[in-house]
């Protein structure tokens, strides 16, 4: 038998100290980490100045997200980039896996999205309207969350 060394020895070593110890001591959640499990991580395209746009990444993460947020001068290259249609256009972008979100899209249409999978390129709540997530003001009406790919715009989810 050869004696462990190194990396060997040290993997050993925590072996000992779990065993011993019994339970694992939890890890402190990382700042603005989603309590209990996450579903997705979303990485959010917006101004550094939109205040709005700060307020939706906190329902984000109230509802099980992790949120990346990356600060851009110009979010509308963004949405070029990503194919998203002018029409739909709203203050911030988000990517969810292989999808696009773009403005304050409530959770139902997100947890949809990820669950039903279907072959288009995003979804959208066009604009600004207020009391959507992250926008004050009174809701309205419902919102009319629309899906788009392939050239199409469709409604989607009505909440």
Known sequence: MRPISGIGALAAAALVLFTACGEPTPVARVQGEPAGGTKATITIYA????????????????????????????????KVDLGVPKKTWSCHTAVVDDYVIEG????????????????????????????????????????????????????????
């Open 47 to 78: 101004s550094p100045t939109c205040g709005c746009c700060h307020e939706y990444i906190p329902y984000l993460r109230e509802h099980g997200y992790m949120v990346q947020e990356v600060p851009t001068d110009d979010v509308n290259a963004v």
């Open 104 to 159: 304050h899209v409530p959770i139902e249409a997100i947890d949809k999205l990820l669950a039903e999978r279907p072959r288009i390129d995003g979804i959208a709540l066009p604009g600004m309207p207020a009391g959507s997530p992250g926008m004050n003001g009174t809701k309205q009406g419902p919102f009319v969350v629309v899906s788009f790919g392939h050239g199409e715009i469709e409604e989607f989810l009505t909440v």
